[in-house]
């Protein structure tokens, strides 16, 4: 067995750098995981840490995961096992970087496809990104979530349909939003399945196919959790009821939970109707669009997940920058570049100092939060906007070359 020198130089100074933040800092741990920032009502460590012996607030089978630890070596093995799931997600995204799928996809290939990061570099850029490294040291729940969307497109990109609705069908068990990847991702399945064969197989049966294995995954998942808890279906509510009717309005850095918290109870299901009517809105209108290029699609929707879900946290913006560097030959395409990041920045620093003032202080209110997380969705929209624009200029200029170069302007 060959071992790549990069790869295992690359792995070995990601983990020996959570290893140091782990135990040469034992408060740190603690500390990231009460904030608001990492983490949510349904992704905190400390609510895992309650489920254990409630059997709430949690998927039913991610509590025996940790049920299993002894509590004297609790610690040491969590933190052992949120490195590896880091690693677990690099090697993935070295994988999905090694398809060629974010240059060249069934229907279309870029005439930049040959600008790109090779593969240890968009690893790298994952495992040293400080969102990634604080969510590790967090632990939030949402990183197994992660872990499994990144394999069920892993698995959809090495040509493994069945395998990568059964992934996707975990991710969605464990935080029900993956869910609206699944058009995406059957379209991927589909190219890549078709690419593989000379005759392109029936769209109508492979669909077909690809949802009643997702479907039956999920009806697995939920049969196990059954009997775990005794027969009892109480886990659902308390699981799945949180996302859907956002009974928490704990801060976070999302835009619902200010909202609710000023709505009046007589219109709350209208509007939990049309936010998720909202966030569900992009995926059918994505995939007609960019039906060519798939994977980026589900991109956009991850980037999308991390401003307008209901409980998102820095988690779900790395996932979306773990991503985004695939897409590297669009990148001079892209016109706000350093509006957007400034502005991530910007929200960054300033965001822990407006909730100090807000909580501990006491010289701030709520609005302080609010807008500095407004900031911060602003400039996660601008990046999401901008990647979009990009790749529909990088498709426009190869339906009309002598467009190539030439400035964009609506009349």
């Known amino acids: 067995m060959v071992i790549d020198r990069r790869k295992a130089i690359l792995f070995s100074s990601a983990a020996a750098l959570r290893f140091i933040l782990f135990f040469a800092f034992p408060s740190l741990p603690d500390l990231l995981t009460g904030r608001v920032e990492i983490s949510t009502p349904v992704t905190s460590f400390k609510r895992l840490q309650e489920g254990l012996f ?16 002894p509590p004297s070596l609790f610690s040491p093995l969590t933190a052992l096992l949120y490195i590896l799931l880091d690693l677990l997600c690099a ?21 930049r496809k040959d600008m790109k990061w090779d593969s240890i570099a968009v690893a790298a850029a994952y495992l040293f990104n400080p969102f990634t490294i604080a969510t590790c040291i967090g632990r939030p729940t949402s990183v197994f979530t992660n872990c499994a969307i990144l394999y069920a497109i892993t698995q959809a990109v090495s040509g493994k349909p069945i395998t990568s609705m059964l992934t996707l069908g975990l991710a969605s068990y464990l935080s029900l939003y993956p869910a609206l990847l699944l058009p995406p991702l059957i379209l991927l399945c589909y190219d890549r399945k078709a690419r593989d064969t000379k005759t392109p197989p029936a769209a109508t049966f492979s669909t077909a196919t690809f949802v009643s294995v997702f479907s039956a995954s999920i009806a697995w998942f939920l049969y196990l959790s059954k009997v775990l808890t005794g027969g009892s279906s109480e886990y659902l509510a308390s699981t799945y009821g949180v996302h859907l009717l956002l009974p928490d309005l704990t801060p976070n850095v999302g835009l619902w939970w200010y909202f609710f918290i000023e709505m009046f109870d007589s219109f709350r299901e209208f509007f939990l109707g049309v936010f998720w009517l909202h966030l569900g809105g992009y995926v059918g209108a ?11 699609v589900i991109t956009t929707l991850l980037g999308i997940f991390a401003i307008f879900k209901p409980y998102p946290s820095i988690s779900d913006t790395s996932l979306y920058f773990a ?13 706000y570049t350093f509006f957007a990041m400034a502005t991530i920045l910007y929200a960054t620093l300033l965001g822990p100092a407006f909730y100090y003032l807000w909580i501990y202080a006491g010289s701030g209110n709520a609005n302080f939060f609010y807008a500095i997380t407004l900031v911060w969705s602003l400039g996660l929209s601008e990046i999401v906007a901008d990647s979009l624009f990009a790749v529909l200029r990088d498709e426009w200029e190869v339906e009309r070359p002598e467009m190539k170069g030439k400035d964009i302007r609506q009349i």
């Not at 709430?56 to 991610?62: G, R």
């Not at 995204?93 to 060629?100: A, P, V, Y």
């Not at 994505?286 to 980026?296: K, M």
């Open 91 to 111: 090697n993935a995204l070295i994988k999905i970087t090694e398809s060629g799928e974010s240059g060249s996809s069934r229907l279309f290939t870029s005439p």
């Open 286 to 296: 994505l995939c007609i669009r960019l039906r060519t290029q798939p994977l980026f």
């Open 323 to 335: 991503m985004l560097p695939l897409y590297r030959h669009i990148f001079p395409l892209m016109r």
């Open 54 to 69: 409630l059997y709430t607030h949690n998927a039913p089978l991610l509590l025996p995961l940790f049920a299993l630890v």
